[in-house]
Nanobody, 122 residues
Framework: QVQLVESGGGLVQAGGSLRLSCAAP????????AAWFRQVPGKERDFVAA????????YYADSVKGRFTISKDNAGNTLFLQMSSLKPDDTALYYC???????????????WGQGTQVTVSS
């Protein structure tokens, strides 16, 4: 079982920035596809961003394109989500995920973290 641990969430004003981190054992993010999802109470978990392990290509939800950037460190131990120009609609519990699946935008990854709360005030 691969345990993922998110950090970096918090309260920020609209227009501000936050960087989320997701720590994983070994070289998890060098051998697995990885993604960020977010969820608000009463709604489904939504895709935010993903990165393919094999070629580093990145993918984003339309709602965050141009504002968020997904990346990982060279060792493959940490996944990041740099969030800028934050809006109140970005408020959610953010999860990182990893796994060998090919459908990057589908929330069926093998490994998940517990989530970190991001709250954007207007």
């Amino acid at each position: 079982q691969v345990q993922l641990v998110e950090s970096g969430g918090g309260l920020v004003q609209a227009g501000g920035s936050l960087r989320l981190s997701c720590a994983a054992p070994g070289r998890t993010f060098r051998t697995n596809n990885a993604a960020w999802f977010r969820q608000v109470p009463g709604k489904e978990r939504d895709f935010v961003a993903a990165v393919k392990w094999i070629d580093g290509r990145t993918y984003y939800a339309d709602s965050v394109k141009g504002r968020f950037t997904i990346s990982k460190d060279n060792a493959g131990n940490t996944l990041f989500l740099q969030m800028s120009s934050l809006k109140p609609d970005d408020t959610a519990l953010y999860y990182c995920a990893a796994g060998p699946q090919r459908t990057l935008m589908d929330p069926s990854y093998a490994y998940w973290g517990q989530g970190t709360q991001v709250t954007v005030s207007s």
